[in-house]
């Protein structure tokens, strides 16, 4: 339904503004679902077509003369880049078209560079060809403007530097994949500007997320104690980086930085609970490394001037505990020095205050979930003590007993609240 005839239905009073507005959100969202497909069709369409001509090569691929494979090797290329141009010059404002265009395009450079290498035996190994597939790979971002290659990127580049670091041996310097992920930047920022809730930029908060989780610890092999603690800082701004106004806007499940920071949040603070992580986690047993501290120091540092941020645009003090984890394992690891039975202690006092904090949130706004979750996080924790060899088999029973209690009573009453104001 047009706008105009909507204002003169509004104009002749037969419909409502409410109603206009509704309709106005049908059509709209029905247009979105119905743009989205040629989308999804035109990527698997890429992909699938691309896997086919592989097939179909690589079924015959031994009774062609090395002219015959030299040939086709460059086939997916040849197809890729036609498919590309044409999408610049005739179609630059379609996005199926930039998209699987892109993808295909992605696969044919793979393709290509790993079927020439071995026709001809080209030395070299699969790190030096993931590099070289990426290098290639990248300005097609910005070319084309597909979000998928830049997604498919991340997960090259993110294999590439888990290859060299994580697996190989012996282990490498690689700074690559840093500058890779810096190349990548700029069109993340556009996606966030244009599209801020688009399919694709949700996409992008978890693989980036995801990515720098798995490729820090490559960041030093000689200060793997300090890595627990910048893990935790790292996590820790993940959640106030969740909370910015350009993402506190995003259901829970696209905001990949929240929930990360949630959940991975609580994650360190069980490990931080137990006395053998102290142990090693101390100024004598940490080697000298000047990139490891200053990365650690500086992520800190982050996390402070973002809470600073937060606060005074909210023009409140932050009311979620979460908001404040990185300085409970700051506090954490300096306590540890001292005596590792406080640094414990405080460590699950601290949870289990997010715990009760979580609770009574939940019982204020008649959240069930948000109630249970603070429930479990005290359940964990008391499934964390059920572990520690220096509890008897008496507390950790009743512990049980108590927090399985708790879980029936706080949600009966919960629910009990919620039919009396039903009523």
Request: proline fraction near 2%; include cysteine; aromatic fraction near 14%.
């Amino acid at each position: 339904m047009q706008k105009q005839q909507l204002d003169e239905l509004l104009h002749h009073n037969i419909i409502t503004p409410e109603v206009a507005t509704a309709i106005t959100n049908y059509y709209q969202n029905k247009q979105t679902t119905a743009s989205k497909l040629p989308i999804i069709f035109g990527i698997f369409g890429a992909l699938l077509g691309g896997l086919g001509i592989i097939l179909l090569i690589g079924h015959n691929w031994d009774d062609f003369s090395t002219t015959t494979q030299s040939i086709l090797a460059f086939l997916p290329l040849l197809l890729g880049q036609i498919a590309s141009g044409y999408t610049i010059l005739k179609k630059p404002e379609s996005i199926a078209w930039r998209e699987s265009s892109g993808a295909f395009l992605f696969c044919g450079v793979g393709a290509s560079i790993a079927l020439i290498s071995q026709i001809y035996h080209i030395p070299g190994n699969f790190n030096a060809f993931i590099l070289t597939w990426m290098l290639v790979s990248l300005p097609m971002v910005y070319l084309l403007k597909s979000s998928l290659t830049s997604l498919l990127f991340l997960i090259g580049i993110t294999v590439y530097n888990v290859n060299i670091r994580y697996i190989d041996y012996p282990y490498a310097e690689n700074y690559w994949y840093w500058l890779l992920l810096v190349g990548i930047a700029p069109h993340y920022y556009t996606l966030l500007k244009k599209q801020p809730t688009g399919n694709f930029t949700i996409f992008h908060h978890w693989f980036i997320a995801l990515t720098l989780l798995i490729n820090l610890g490559t960041i030093s092999k000689n200060s793997n104690e300090l890595l627990f603690i910048t893990y935790g800082f790292l996590i820790a701004l993940f959640y106030l980086i969740g909370k910015t106004t350009t993402f506190n806007q995003l259901k829970t499940i696209a905001n990949s930085y929240l929930t990360i920071g949630k959940l991975g949040g609580l994650y360190i603070l069980y490990m931080a609970s137990f006395r053998f992580i102290w142990k090693h986690l101390t100024l004598k047993n940490i080697e000298s490394d000047s990139l490891a501290i200053t990365l650690t120091v500086s992520l800190f540092l982050a996390a402070a001037i973002l809470l600073y941020q937060l606060s005074k645009k909210q023009k409140q003090t932050p009311t979620t505990l979460f908001h404040f984890n990185f300085l409970a394992i700051a506090l954490l690891f300096i306590t540890a020095q001292i005596s590792i039975i406080a640094t414990v202690v405080i460590a699950n006092c601290y949870i289990l205050l997010l715990g009760l904090q979580e609770i009574q949130k939940g019982n204020k706004t008649n959240s069930i979930a948000r109630l249970n979750f603070g429930i479990l996080i005290i359940a964990i924790l008391t499934g964390c003590r059920f572990f520690d060899e220096n509890m008897t088999f008496i507390v950790r029973g009743v512990m049980f007993i108590i927090v399985g209690f708790g879980f029936f009573a706080l949600n009966y009453f919960l629910l009990k609240k919620r039919k009396q104001h039903e009523n």
